[in-house]
């Protein structure tokens, strides 16, 4: 369906935003492509860092150009020393996502120049994005701990990395391993709200950070990517796997949402979520089970007897807050983290959009009045 003139389609759902070729879903199959790759492949074989490239140059790298990518990224993690003493005075109760929308944004003030038609300065924005955001979570993590920040490593890759500076220790090969695979699923996927976030802000021919802050302050909200967050919430609320079904009864009678259900794609189980869920119980295996696992199989089991009819199933915020858990990752990091990983597509998008660029300019139905006459103050 596409809009006309005088049609209004709340949240704009299947009103076309852009002719894209970076990602493709199907929510009726439950497929999800990136570049025509499909996620299970990528997940399997490849990593966050090759999958970036891909998404936002639109081919796999040849050996020598993932190596170059992948060493660029490693050199340009550091933080200027400015915008760490810019974050220690974030208050330490502040919300990642606030403090990361905030370091985003300053970047463009360190790294002002701006030249979008030349292709040198592109990748710089991108390896200095992708490089930094994950330095700029981890270290507000630990500023807020009353800690210095610790200095990205370079004898590591980009998701032990991470892991180090957020936990001090240097993580097994599998969880590393299996936190690189959740960064790829949580890459890209078409014109959500955030990536339409950064699409508009990316048309005004503004810089890439603010892009970037644009779209990680679309991205915090509980019905995006902050669902995540929810579902652990959620899962402590219930308690028991008895308490479940009761619980999912009560929250239906109530017309509310059960968090990391539902999606305006998907009709079908996400497939990202399918992949989360296979990654949590291979984590489990090494490292024991998580105590909410039960009681979140038991749900999605009672949400989908429910609600399966209504096409309500799974999506890709249910199972990786365990997975999150599980590497020792604090609940109000599950969606910066979601940035750190989605910080790839919409880089992609803001280099397709500024390709062919037309400022967004959407327009309305006025339902106000017209031509009132106005009463001075005394009257009223
Ligand atoms: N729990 C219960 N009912 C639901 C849920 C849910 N999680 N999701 C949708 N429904 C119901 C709605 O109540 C509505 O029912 P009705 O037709 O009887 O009124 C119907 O399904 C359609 O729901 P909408 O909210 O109109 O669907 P929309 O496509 O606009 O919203 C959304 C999609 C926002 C993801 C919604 O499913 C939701 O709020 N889910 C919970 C939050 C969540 O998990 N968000 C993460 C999404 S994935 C991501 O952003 C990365």
Known sequence: MTASACEYIPGLANVPAAQSSI?????KKGILEYRGFQIEDLAAKSTFLETTYLLIWGQLPSK??????????????????RIRDMMKCFP?????????????????????RRALNDPQYIREAVVRLIAKIP????????????????????????????LYMLTERIPEPLAARIFDVCL????????????????VTASTMTDPYAVIASAVGTLAG??????????????QDIGSVENVRPYVENLIANKSKIMGFGHRVYKVKDP??????????????????????????????????KLGSKGIYANVDFYSGLVYRKLGIPTDL??????????????AHWREQIGENRIFRPTQIYTGGHNHPYIPMRER
């Open 64 to 81: 020598q150009q993932l190596a170059d990518f992948e060493n660029e990224v490693r050199y340009h993690r550091r933080i200027k020393y």
């Open 23 to 27: 990602s493709y879903v199907d929510g």
């Open 334 to 347: 599950f969606t910066p983290i979601f940035a750190i990983a989605r910080v790839a597509g919409w880089l």
């Open 135 to 162: 330095t700029m979570v981890a270290a507000f993590m630990q500023m807020r701990k009353g800690n210095d920040p610790i200095q990205p490593n370079d004898d590591l890759d980009y998701a032990t990395n991470f």
């Open 184 to 199: 790829m699923l949580h890459a890209e996927h078409t014109i959500n709200a955030s990536t339409f976030s950064a699409m």
């Open 272 to 305: 990202r979520a399918t992949i989360l869920q296979g990654l949590a119980e291979r984590l489990f295996e090494q490292t024991g089970r998580d105590e909410y696992y039960d009681i979140a199989v038991e749900l999605e089991r009672v949400v989908e007897e």
């Open 92 to 112: 330490e109760t502040g919300h990642p996502m606030d403090a990361l929308q905030t370091s985003a944004a300053a970047l463009g003030l360190f790294y002002a």
């Open 222 to 235: 509980p019905l995006h990517g902050g669902a995540n967050e929810e579902v652990i919430f959620m899962l």
